[in-house]
């Protein structure tokens, strides 16, 4: 079975994605940077949950370091971006071009992102970010939109039948909203 090595930001985003694969014949690798989530409490709450889901439907998950360092790097100068902007197209890249790295290393020749799961992100932006680091790695990155084909009611449908956790903001410090 083909492997593809499948960057994910949450176990709820994962869920369909992952089924999709799996029924499409590939074996997806799971594998999880994420180092714009913030605080470290939400980063520990948010892979545990990811753990746990791994355990239950049996994939592979591949877990990266927590480096805070490298998102503030490339976030330096575009805190006040509203959300779908610069900012988070550098934060696409800068996950996906991790992830298309890992790939090379594991000899694995296409991965994709459970980002495009979310309505609240531009498709574009994120094929953009993955085409670019596909190229700087030299492997596949596949085109998945997993938001169509009801993907992301699917995926809140899997999320409440596992009782997951469902985080209230995107990731990063910028994106947290004042509670009303
Ligand atoms: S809002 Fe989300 S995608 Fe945008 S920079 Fe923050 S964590 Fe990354």
């Known amino acids: 079975m083909q492997k593809v090595l499948l960057h994910a930001c949450c176990a709820v985003c994962c869920a369909y994605p992952v089924r999709l694969l799996r029924d499409e014949g590939y074996e997806p690798i799971v594998y999880f940077y994420n180092p714009n989530i913030y605080p470290k409490e939400e980063y520990e709450i948010r892979l545990s949950e990811l753990i746990e889901y791994s355990k239950k439907e049996k994939f ?3 877990i990266e370091n927590y480096t805070p360092i490298d998102f503030e790097e490339i976030s330096k100068g575009l805190e006040s971006e509203p959300e779908k902007g610069t900012r988070c197209e550098k934060c696409y890249f800068l996950r996906l071009n991790k992830t298309a790295k890992k790939a090379k290393e ?3 020749q296409n991965f994709t992102t459970t980002l495009s799961v979310s309505p ?8 953009k970010a993955g085409e670019f680091a596909a190229q700087n790695h030299n492997v596949k990155y596949f ?3 997993f938001k169509k084909r009801d993907g992301f009611k699917i995926t809140q449908q899997i999320a409440r039948e596992n009782n997951m956790y469902k985080q209230t903001y995107c990731g990063c410090k910028y994106s947290i909203r004042p509670k009303i």
């Open 60 to 62: 592979e998950l591949i």
């Open 120 to 127: 609240h992100k531009i498709y574009q932006k994120i094929l």
């Open 143 to 145: 085109a998945y939109d």
């Open 106 to 108: 594991l000899n694995i």
